[in-house]
């Protein structure tokens, strides 16, 4: 048996174990999918790409021993953004350049049975997919999901002046056990990098109650609010100390916690904006935490002089203004840091 009999076998046996819903008309086994799709209902598509040593370790050893954990995480990053635009998700393709040395029972295995967690838990159908060989693991997925007739899609352009900023849960937990793996904090916060939880129930409750912008974190707060802030033609105001943060990151040094959370990324919670008189869905299905860090205010022309070249933002684009203590935090008056911080994220062609 060569090892595209192996992934055939495997992917099969486990998809038998999941039966397709009664809109998937075909799935694995031809040339293409056909869906089924409601009346009126509208796609919503996505697609991530993980790649072996940027997005995930390069150790041989790590890639080995977290197989459940990169086939759970490549359906939760794609997932997460169908929840960022209101969407509920429903199918993904997945596309998978294998090396050798992965291609073997064992790794296989786990790597589809962390899949199929994923797809269990976020209610989607892998409906298909390509298999080809590589010097190093590389994985594609596309995502779709549905949009009711009556429910709005959530773009990053909607902001006005005036909304208030909100986000989910904790922020900086996945970069913090990036960074320090081995520490007691990074052990404990490890979940939250290998085993993102997508906002599904919080994303769809926002697009029904008027949410003006939305966008899932994932390469950083900072630079994920600038996404919203351009698009909308419009500048935020960011109060560090509203940050949420978990137990185990409260206990880290504040400018090493604060950085975590600014532009660490891998966080996979929803950043939105909503109207001042419209309160978050607190009781949302999932149950997710949301808090207020801020405002949208409008466009700041006047900036400190030489702040951009750490930032990435050019000064003629909007972008967030963060505070703390009530205090602007500028390359100037850097506090809380020691001096002023690269907020640029993650970069995906860097290096």
Same mark, same amino acid.
């Given at each position: 048996?060569?090892e595209?009999?192996l992934?055939?076998?495997?992917?099969s046996?486990? @998809?038998?174990?999941?039966p397709l819903?009664?809109?998937?008309e075909?799935?694995i086994g031809d040339?293409?999918?056909?869906?089924s799709l409601p009346s009126e209902a509208?796609l919503?598509?996505?697609i991530?790409?993980?790649v072996?040593?940027?997005?995930?370790?390069a150790?041989?050893? $790590?890639?080995n021993?977290?197989?459940?954990?990169? !086939?759970?995480?490549?359906?939760?990053?794609?997932?997460s953004d169908i929840?960022?635009?209101?969407?509920?998700?429903?199918?993904i393709?997945?596309a998978?350049a294998?090396?050798e040395?992965?291609?073997?029972? $064992?790794?296989?295995?786990?790597f589809a049975? !962390?899949?199929?967690?994923?797809c269990?838990?976020?209610g989607?159908?892998? &409906?298909g997919?390509d298999t080809?060989?590589?010097d190093?693991?590389i994985l594609?997925?596309?995502?779709?999901?549905?949009l009711?007739?009556d429910t709005p899609?959530?773009?990053r352009?909607g902001?006005?002046?005036?909304d208030?900023?909100?986000?989910?849960g904790?922020?900086?937990d996945a970069?913090?056990a990036?960074?320090y793996?081995?520490n007691?904090?990074?052990v404990?916060?490890?979940?939250r990098l290998h085993?993102?939880?997508?906002?599904?129930?919080l994303?769809?409750?926002l697009?029904?109650i008027?949410?003006t912008?939305? &966008?899932d974190?994932?390469?950083?707060?900072y630079q994920?609010l600038?996404?919203?802030? $351009? @698009?909308s033609?419009?500048?935020?105001?960011?109060?560090?100390e509203q940050l949420?943060t978990s137990k185990?990151l409260?206990?880290v040094?504040?400018?090493?916690r604060?950085?975590? $959370?600014l532009?660490?990324?891998d966080d996979?919670?929803?950043?939105?904006t909503l109207?001042?008189? &419209?309160?978050?869905?607190?009781?949302?299905s !999932?149950?997710?935490p949301?808090?207020?860090? !801020?405002e949208?205010?409008a466009?700041?022309?006047k900036?400190d002089?030489?702040t951009?070249?750490?930032?990435?933002?050019s000064?003629k684009?909007?972008?967030p203004e963060?505070?703390y203590q009530?205090?602007p935090v500028?390359?100037t008056?850097p506090?809380p840091?020691?001096?002023?911080?690269?907020?640029?994220?993650?970069q995906?062609?860097a290096g």
């Amino acid at each position: 048996m060569n090892e595209f009999e192996l992934i055939e076998r495997i992917f099969s046996q486990m @998809q038998a174990a999941h039966p397709l819903p009664y809109d998937v008309e075909k799935g694995i086994g031809d040339d293409a999918a056909v869906m089924s799709l409601p009346s009126e209902a509208r796609l919503v598509s996505c697609i991530d790409t993980l790649v072996q040593g940027r997005h995930f370790s390069a150790d041989w050893d $790590q890639v080995n021993e977290l197989a459940f954990a990169i !086939g759970y995480k490549a359906v939760a990053v794609n997932v997460s953004d169908i929840a960022a635009m209101g969407a509920t998700p429903h199918s993904i393709l997945l596309a998978l350049a294998l090396p050798e040395r992965l291609a073997n029972q $064992q790794w296989l295995t786990e790597f589809a049975k !962390g899949l199929f967690h994923a797809c269990q838990l976020f209610g989607v159908t892998l &409906i298909g997919g390509d298999t080809t060989r590589s010097d190093n693991l590389i994985l594609s997925v596309s995502a779709q999901g549905l949009l009711a007739a009556d429910t709005p899609a959530v773009y990053r352009s909607g902001a006005q002046v005036g909304d208030k900023v909100y986000v989910s849960g904790s922020l900086g937990d996945a970069a913090y056990a990036l960074k320090y793996p081995d520490n007691a904090q990074g052990v404990e916060l490890a979940h939250r990098l290998h085993m993102p939880t997508p906002r599904i129930a919080l994303g769809a409750a926002l697009a029904k109650i008027g949410a003006t912008a939305m &966008i899932d974190i994932s390469d950083g707060l900072y630079q994920d609010l600038g996404h919203i802030c $351009q @698009q909308s033609s419009v500048s935020m105001r960011i109060n560090l100390e509203q940050l949420p943060t978990s137990k185990p990151l409260a206990s880290v040094d504040l400018s090493e916690r604060l950085l975590c $959370q600014l532009a660490g990324g891998d966080d996979y919670e929803l950043a939105f904006t909503l109207p001042a008189h &419209i309160e978050p869905p607190v009781n949302n299905s !999932g149950n997710t935490p949301v808090t207020c860090i !801020g405002e949208v205010i409008a466009m700041v022309d006047k900036i400190d002089a030489g702040t951009d070249a750490s930032t990435n933002l050019s000064p003629k684009k909007s972008r967030p203004e963060i505070f703390y203590q009530n205090q602007p935090v500028t390359p100037t008056h850097p506090a809380p840091f020691s001096t002023w911080p690269n907020l640029t994220g993650y970069q995906h062609f860097a290096g």
